[in-house]
């Protein structure tokens, strides 16, 4: 029976390698080595961007070149400021990294080119650096810009937030802000999934690192998903999902809490160094695309539960009220726009070419009223409202 149990796992083994072999060779996933050699461990941060690599990142939807500067970040190289130059820093997620589309169709390479033409911008150079990291939260955000990014020099700092998933990663990454990037020697709080000890945190971490790069573990998990609905056996929701619900969860709570301590955190690193800090609310295609929602909508309701559809955007809203930073919520920008299901990508829930235009002009817009690059006046708080649906 051992025998026979060997020979089983080491069949099972083998097939699972090749055919993870064989999926990688394919490419098309963020578990492939071309695009998993971009990235590298940091024990402050967790990871970060590998200063000087490159590749190229092909789908069935686009086919991007990526390079990461020696600063370690997406972009071109960039020494020390000029005396004529402004810098924008925008930190975020992969909304902001933006492997989906040359790096001159980034919505920050297409701010920098708008301000650039501005004749009421005066004599002045703008560079925006794109600090976007892939699978970054905002405590990740918070980290990399204390520790690499804060050396950049900017005069603004913008921090992307993702109201679809960023309070779900704040409260589970919460134990970095803490321990200042690195993984704690003890517990707090018994239960919280924010304070575990440090071995159980730091293998739940490389567990999870280990499967979202199996592309074979991640078919797995589609099909398995996919049977239980079938059956009738899903009842609950992804996590990301809980920042929709009508009330707010303990997890999500907890997770605007830290967000909010995360950007304090970063204006706290900026004021000393002159830069400015403001916030971009970054919505999820569901928001704009009705018969995405509508699935959405439905399986939830399968599973016993309702969605509001704005119901993340006001949350993150309200977790930044009362902070001295202005902030623009891009799902009111993206509604005005003629078709804003096509500002998304319809497999990787991205911005197209189109969408980082139009966050460009908006973000313009957001920075000229919000007076962030005016060193003259104290930078206007107003912010964006709107009701959820």
Known sequence: MVRRAVLFGS?????FVL???????KGGSEAAPAFQRLFMQDPRIGFRLKPGEATVYRTPEF??????????????????????ERRIV?????LVFAVQVP???????RLEVLLNADPARGPFHYR????????????????????????FDADVVLVGLYVANDAIEAADQAYRLAGGGAVPASAGTAGSRADRPALSETTIQWARRWARRSMVLQILRLRVVTLAERLGKARGIERALTSYLPETTEEVSRGLLVTREAVSRIGAVAEPR??????????????????????LREAAAAAGHTLVR?????????????LPVPVLDLLERFREDADPASLYFEKTAHFTPRGHEVAARAVKQFLDESRLLDRTSPPATARATGEGR
């Open 11 to 15: 069949v099972m083994l083998g097939l």
């Open 19 to 25: 055919f993870e072999a064989g999926l990688r060779l």
């Open 63 to 84: 086919e991007t070149e990526i390079r990461i500067n020696h600063a370690g970040v997406r972009g071109e190289e960039f020494g020390p400021k000029d005396p004529d």
């Open 90 to 94: 925008v930190l975020g997620d992969s």
């Open 103 to 109: 790096l001159a169709e980034t919505f920050c390479k």
């Open 128 to 151: 925006v650096i794109n600090a976007g990291v892939q699978g970054y939260g905002p405590v990740q955000e918070a980290l990399f810009y204390e520790h690499v990014a804060a050396s």
């Open 274 to 295: 002159g830069a400015r800090v403001g916030v971009l609310l970054l919505p999820a295609r569901f928001q704009l695309d009705d018969t995405d929602f509508g699935h």
């Open 310 to 322: 704005d119901g993340a955007s006001a949350r993150f809203r309200e977790a930044m009220a009362g």
